[in-house]
Antibody, heavy 121, light 107 residues
Framework: QLQLQESGPGLVKPSETLSLTCTVSNGSITSYTHFWDWIRQPPGKGLEWIGTIYYTGKTFYNPSLQSRVTLSVDTSTNQFSLKLRSVTAADTAVYYC?????????????WGQGTTVTVSS | DIQMTQSPSSLSASVGDRVTITCRASQGIRNDLGWYQQKPGKAPKRLIYAASSLQSGVPSRFSGSGSGTEFTLTISSLQPEDFATYYCLQHNSYPLTFGQGTKVEIK
């Protein structure tokens, strides 16, 4: 069964860059039939889609974050990554990586456990 | 952007009750919608995909319906383990958007 695991610093200073990596296990990130997404959830709030990457490197971003976000993929290590620049306290959240089917009917079937990132000096 | 309006934001119900949660899309999304259950401190778990297809392993008391702009998640007989927050998610077009969530609490 494919598994996803987020990793990265749990504490980031304001104005710096948040960097997270998602490792894909028991499956391949080069799947033709899947996208790889990042989702976040501020404390006590709902879910927000950050962006998507395909194994070719094609990306789609949430317009609300587009100016600060970069997603990348490393097929040699079976990982994909998130960078969020110029963070503020509003970026404090649990960050999830997910797998989503290429067919828009199906959505996200696998989620990582999530990693908490706090933005604070 | 497609806005997903989910209602109610919270509800109190008893074990055995029938529960209905609704999501309305600001424009048609065919049946490109999923329902997710989230328990405290855990990642969301998919219950329904393609608006009405039950995820493997999910109890049959969960069902989804709808197409276009109106969607419903129904729990036919609420069980203790169903107390959680539920979200709809449209994956018809970018940006993907979630409903605001419905917290199902014990009455």
């Amino acid at each position: 069964q494919l598994q996803l695991q987020e990793s990265g610093p749990g504490l980031v200073k304001p104005s710096e860059t948040l960097s997270l990596t998602c490792t894909v296990s028991n499956g391949s990130i080069t799947s033709y039939t899947h996208f790889w997404d990042w989702i976040r959830q501020p404390p006590g709030k709902g879910l927000e889609w950050i962006g998507t990457i395909y194994y070719t490197g094609k990306t789609f971003y949430n317009p609300s974050l587009q100016s600060r976000v970069t997603l990348s993929v490393d097929t040699s290590t079976n990982q994909f990554s998130l960078k969020l620049r110029s963070v503020t306290a509003a970026d404090t959240a649990v960050y999830y990586c997910t797998r989503r089917d290429y067919d828009p009917n199906y959505g996200m079937d696998v989620w990582g456990q999530g990693t908490t990132v706090t933005v604070s000096s | 952007d497609i806005q997903m309006t989910q209602s109610p934001s919270s509800l109190s119900a008893s074990v055995g009750d029938r529960v209905t949660i609704t999501c309305r899309a600001s424009q048609g999304i065919r049946n490109d919608l999923g329902w997710y259950q989230q328990k405290p401190g855990k990642a969301p778990k998919r219950l329904i995909y393609a608006a009405s297809s039950l995820q493997s392993g999910v109890p049959s008391r969960f069902s989804g319906s709808g197409s276009g702009t109106e969607f419903t998640l129904t729990i036919s007989s609420l069980q203790p383990e169903d107390f959680a927050t539920y979200y709809c998610l449209q994956h018809n077009s970018y940006p993907l958007t979630f409903g605001q969530g419905t917290k199902v609490e014990i009455k």
